[in-house]
């Protein structure tokens, strides 16, 4: 009879311990499956910030390229004014010149017809 007893407490401790262990077995499916979940979250949540990046380093690419633009356009205007305001002057002093010479070159071209 002690045999017996003894034999069902060991059964009895037997079925608690795989008890336990389909417990435990349901239970890491269980954190298995959350663990899949939350991985996807996550991808799905860094997918969306690395797009908005994205995004936000296009614009301020867009802009830093726009400023650069709109300050070398300004250079190269204010640069093309001063070449133009200098030739223009030095179109003046060249018309001066010829206008100051003109008189004295009819006059050697009239002298030098005239003497031969």
Do not use: H, P, W, Y
């Not at 009879?1 to 349901?26: H, N, R, Y």
């Not at 633009?69 to 030739?87: C, D, H, L, P, V």
């Not at 100051?100 to 071209?109: K, L, R, T, Y």
């Amino acid at each position: 009879m002690k045999e017996a007893a003894q034999t069902t407490i060991a059964d009895s401790k037997v079925s608690k311990i795989i008890k336990s262990l389909s417990e435990l077995e349901t239970n890491i499916d269980s954190l298995n499956e959350k663990v899949s979940d939350i991985k996807k979250t996550l991808t799905s949540k860094t997918q969306i910030e690395l797009e908005s990046l994205k995004t936000q380093v296009t614009q301020m690419a867009i802009k830093e390229a726009e400023s650069i633009i709109s300050e070398t356009k300004a250079k190269a205007e204010r640069q093309s004014k001063k070449i133009a305001t200098e030739g223009d002057a030095k179109l003046t002093k060249l018309k001066s010149t010829v206008e100051s010479s003109f008189n004295e070159a009819v006059d050697s071209v009239v002298s030098t017809i005239l003497k031969s």
